[in-house]
């Protein structure tokens, strides 16, 4: 595998990259115990209409990856290697090739500012919600367009019968990774999860990798 | 409890109406056995920049219901009688003052056009979302900005261990209703769901009221 980019995260931050049909980004956990939130949109072509002469790569902010779609095309609200994600108007965006670590959530969205401020009191905390507003907004995306995003490593166990939700540790080992086969060209964000409570206390990072090998 | 305003939604149609914070939206299954898919915005103010003059209550579709919010915050993947909806923004949307059904769904995403081509080979089925599309157009909200509804009285129960989901019937009996508070300004969508498979086949009317007992 030939690896054509990589992205170091260092702990409570993001990025936004490009993926064309066919690479594979891989997002790794080198400690281990540290949860990647990832969130994927159309890449527009460069010709739409609207778009300044010269400007780079966009996404359409109308076609976004879609928890619920994706739950309900597979029928789970868990994904592993083989499942594909899909995006609101029902594309196949993604499909998990590899996955070391085999469990990641699909029910909570990214961590905000608000959700920092409303569930502890604290004003300005990072955030993943801000972190890939930050790097996915020179797309063309803002922060109103980000929606639940698929909580790499993060292990949210439902209760069938009361529906209550538990956090538990994230499934993450050291060297862990999840490799994502884009079918369509992207534009993805990751961030390296900025909430205490959801690893363990201790916030680690993350690294993001392209890989091509078409 | 004074009722404002009705809507009668036949089998496979939808509607939008403004609810000014304080009122209370309706939604009753007069047949029972029927899936109604309910979605929110945040009301702007008439003046928003950009209106032009006498233009109508518009919705913002960067303000939205989040089932993945909800979810977070309520530490439940089931709603029932006092849960509170959240928007993407943390914003109290709605909260629920009363549920004669017990379960509701915020797993899944509506019903679409794609969906009905994708799992069965069906062009142009109506479905939830493009009737949600259609009436919530006027007030500013395409289609790509329809996030993953609540699905009152569908039932999905996930196995925690395996993720994978049921779809069982819906939870109404005859006349079951659910009254949902609005805590804010907002345009609401609501649709009777389109999808045999959801509703064992039969598809059936419900009834939209708006209340206001302040």
Known sequence: MTSLRSVHLDPQTGCALVLDRGQTLRVRSPTGQQVAD???????????????????????????????????????????????LYSNRSTPMLTITADTAGRHD????PCSEEM???????????????????HLGPFGVPAGRIPTTLNLFMVVTPDPVTGRITIEAPSSRPGDHVDLRAEV??????????????????????????????
């Open 38 to 84: 990832v969130v994927a949109f159309a890449a527009r072509s460069a010709r739409s209409a609207g778009d300044a002469p010269g400007t780079g790569p966009r996404a359409d902010p109308d076609e976004w990856f879609s928890s619920g779609r994706t739950i309900d095309y597979g029928m789970s609200i868990y994904v592993t290697t083989g499942s594909v």
């Open 106 to 109: 699909l029910l909570v969205s």
């Open 116 to 134: 920092f401020e409303r569930l502890y009191g604290v004003a300005g905390h990072p955030s993943c919600l801000s972190n890939l507003a930050e």
């Open 185 to 214: 060209d992207l534009v993805v964000g990751v961030a390296a999860c900025s909430a205490e409570i959801t690893n363990r206390g201790t916030l680690e990072p993350i690294e993001v990798e392209v890989h091509d090998d078409r």
